[in-house]
Structure formats: structure tokens, C-alpha cells
């Protein structure tokens, strides 16, 4: 079954302690993307991937990190995270980086900072 | 700017009811994609529609139909006999080409809950 998979799906940690959301997509789509997704002010896009190794900013790129070592993962890193970076946040992927292209969601993960 | 307003923060209709969800979008771009997804109780995304700013026909697929109109520069979601399995939160984005190569970056409105009583 075709899929966007993000690990964990809920968590609670606390300030300063790192952590890592894993995404894997099965499809071979080249572009990958995280979202955040706020109370009124819907979703949007943290950091991109085009292909393997190419990444850029998105909108709101600040506290975070990615890494695209391979083609099916794209996990979103939090160095220090901190209580402003609660929310749920969204792997999406698609199978090249044109804006015509439909883009598959995972399921989310939502994130409590303490 | 590109810009995606969703005014409708929370629709509430009974059973049986027609229902229209309102979507205005801002652009510098003449080649867009506007897209709507929805994201049930459950938390997903899931893909509905896809739309390019030269095709401005209107769609429909069952009980959902999408009318686009570029002069008002609206994308507006109607579902007839609306269902409790429509109750969700239904987002509009806007996806530009762009120049220098495409980045497919959504840009989302902040949504409609919509509510379907039985």
C-alpha cells in the first residue's frame, strides 16, 4: 500500500531534550516536505526536499533540521526544542518537486513541549 | 503575496443539508494549482481535488462539486446532501509555479470545520 509513515504519532518530552520525527515514503517520489499545523493558522511548510541531498527552507524553517541521506526518509530533527514548537506536524511527499503534483500526507504527529 | 482565506471558520448544518465551503485566493502568478483536502476527526490529510488556473470548468465527483471561478478569484466546495461522514476540517491551498524551478510548497487557507448533525 502506497503510504507517507511518521513515527512517533504522539509525544510528550520536554525542553532542551532533542528529538527526532522519522518520515519514510514508499513511493519513490523524489520531493518530501514537513508542515506544521497551528490553531488559525493552518498549515505551513517548514523545510523541503527535491531529491536526495537537496533540502532548503520553508516558511518557518526556525528550531528545526532535516536530513535527506536516502530517497524514502526524510526525518524532521529538533535540537532543542522548545514549548512554541507544540503542534502537529505533517510528512508529505510527492513524486517530483512540480506545483501540480497532489501531495501525499502521513498521519501527523502531534508534539507537546513542556 | 500569495494568500489562501478560508472566512468560514465552522459550518454547522443538519443531515440531508447542501453546504458550501468559500475559498478566495491572492496570486502574482497566471499558472497556479489550487487544491482542497480533507482532514476528518482522525486527524489525515486526504487529497480531493486538483485545479489549474487555465481549466476553469467546474467539477463534480458524487455528491462534491468545486466551482472555480478566476474573476473573483475563488474556489469554492459545495457537497449536496451533506452526510455526518463529511464532518471534518476542509482546507484550500494554493500551489504557484513559480520561477527558477517549482519548490510544490501548499500555501493553506486556515480551514473550515464543518459540522454535519445527524
Known amino acids: 500500500e502506497a503510504q507517507v509513515t511518521q513515527n512517533p504519532r504522539y509525544l510528550i518530552t520536554v525542553t532542551g531534550k532533542k528529538l527526532t520525527v522519522t518520515c519514510s515514503q514508499n513511493?519513490?517520489?523524489?520531493?518530501m516536505s514537513w508542515y506544521r499545523q497551528d490553531p488559525g493558522l493552518g498549515l505551513r511548510q517548514i523545510y523541503y526536499?527535491?531529491?536526495?541531498?537537496?533540502?532548503d527552507k520553508g516558511d518557518v524553517p526556525e528550531g528545526y533540521k532535516v536530513s535527506r541521506k536516502e530517497k524514502r526518509n526524510f526525518p524532521l530533527i529538533l535540537e532543542s526544542p522548545s514549548p512554541n514548537q507544540t503542534s502537529l506536524y505533517f510528512c508529505?511527499?510527492?513524486?517530483?518537486?512540480?506545483?501540480?503534483?497532489?501531495?501525499?500526507f502521513g498521519d501527523g504527529t502531534r508534539l507537546s513541549i513542556l | 503575496a500569495q494568500k489562501v482565506t478560508q472566512a468560514q471558520t465552522e459550518i454547522s448544518v443538519v443531515e440531508k443539508e447542501d453546504v458550501t465551503l468559500d475559498c478566495v485566493y491572492e496570486?502574482?502568478?497566471?499558472?497556479?494549482?489550487l487544491f482542497w483536502y480533507k482532514q476528518p476527526p482522525s486527524g489525515e490529510l486526504v487529497f480531493l481535488i486538483r485545479?489549474?488556473?487555465?481549466?476553469?470548468q467546474n467539477e463534480i465527483s458524487g455528491r462534491y462539486s468545486w466551482n472555480f471561478q478566476k474573476s473573483t478569484s475563488s474556489f469554492n466546495f459545495t457537497i449536496t446532501a451533506s452526510q455526518v461522514v463529511d464532518s471534518a476540517v476542509y482546507f484550500c491551498?494554493?500551489?504557484?509555479?513559480?520561477?527558477?524551478?517549482?519548490?510544490?510548497?501548499?500555501?493553506f487557507g486556515t480551514g473550515t470545520l464543518l459540522a454535519v448533525q445527524p
Open positions: 508529505a511527499s510527492s513524486f517530483t518537486g512540480g506545483s501540480y503534483q497532489p501531495q501525499h
Open positions: 513511493m519513490n517520489h523524489e520531493y
Open positions: 526536499s527535491m531529491n536526495v541531498e537537496v533540502t
Open positions: 496570486t502574482r502568478d497566471t499558472t497556479y494549482y
Open positions: 485545479r489549474n488556473s487555465f481549466d476553469e
Open positions: 491551498a494554493l500551489s504557484e509555479k513559480g520561477y527558477g524551478g517549482a519548490t510544490n510548497k501548499l500555501i
